[in-house]
């Protein structure tokens, strides 16, 4: 398929300064076929990859994996991803439907549980995206400094001591296909989001997130994803990477 990558060619040259840009997979608990194409095309295209881990369900072939991906940082993603809210509302596994104090428990559970993980960083990945702002100041109290949903910040700091990092595009069409969303919405999407960043209708301070999903990654969300990595790694952007807690050397 040929795209018209115009729209987005044209705001990145705008760009008043290199666009800083970050990638977060969700969902990983263990070493499969899906994961080893993921770190893959980490290594064609030389993007850093933050893969979020579930950690209630991280296994040992994970840990082992990532010991020969350098490029991934990982970081915590809930505790079992297991949704708390009630049918008739949106899942949520640390939305507003339990104590925060077992919320917190949970979070510091899940960095510790992961703490055998190479290059694992101190980021809170809500599932679904969905947390409860009574447990954001809590959670430095955890051990974490960042957390990162979806869609653009309104604040760099989601509470004092806690960074916001989100992601902003998603190429999957959650909602209908669960295949690619039309790829000209997306050139088209990505491109009015830089241009809200240019226009300070949004933080353009904020590192630009693209936000994959492996274990449920057909051919054309491969395919879009590998073009659109490619295309900015040619582009004039940054990688922001979140500052893992060690940073371990591969095993030979």
Not at 16 to 22: D, E, Q, T
Not at 76 to 98: C, I, Q, Y
Not at 229 to 239: D, K, M, S, W
Request: negative net charge; charged residues 25%; glycine residues 4%.
């Amino acid at each position: 398929m040929r795209l018209d990558w115009s729209p987005l060619d044209a705001e990145l040259a705008r760009l008043p300064a290199p666009l800083p840009v970050w990638w977060r997979d969700d969902d990983a608990v263990s070493d499969t076929p899906a994961l080893d194409r993921l770190i893959a095309l980490t290594d064609k295209t030389g993007w850093p990859l933050h893969l979020a881990v579930i950690p209630a369900h991280a296994d040992a072939s994970l840990v082992a994996r990532l010991r020969q991906a350098p490029r991934v940082i990982s970081v915590v993603h809930g505790w079992s991803h297991d949704s708390h809210a009630p049918a008739s509302e949106k899942k949520a596994e640390f939305g507003a439907h339990r104590p925060v104090a077992t919320m917190h428990a949970q979070a510091r559970a899940g960095l510790d549980r992961l703490a055998d993980l190479p290059r694992l960083a101190p980021m809170f990945v809500p599932p679904w995206n969905r947390i409860d702002p009574a447990l954001l100041p809590l959670l430095p109290g955890a051990g974490f400094t960042a957390v990162s949903t979806f869609t653009p910040r309104k604040t760099p700091e989601a509470a004092p001591g806690l960074a916001r990092v989100n992601t902003h595009l998603d190429p999957i069409d959650w909602r209908g296909s669960r295949s690619l969303v039309d790829p000209d919405r997306l050139i088209a999407q990505m491109a009015r989001d830089l241009a809200d960043r240019r226009e300070t209708r949004t933080d353009p301070l904020e590192p630009y997130g693209l936000l994959t999903h492996h274990l449920v990654h057909d051919t054309p969300i491969w395919d879009f994803v590998d073009t659109l990595l490619t295309r900015l790694a040619g582009a004039p952007v940054t990688y922001w990477t979140a500052r893992p807690l060690t940073d371990p050397e591969p095993t030979p």
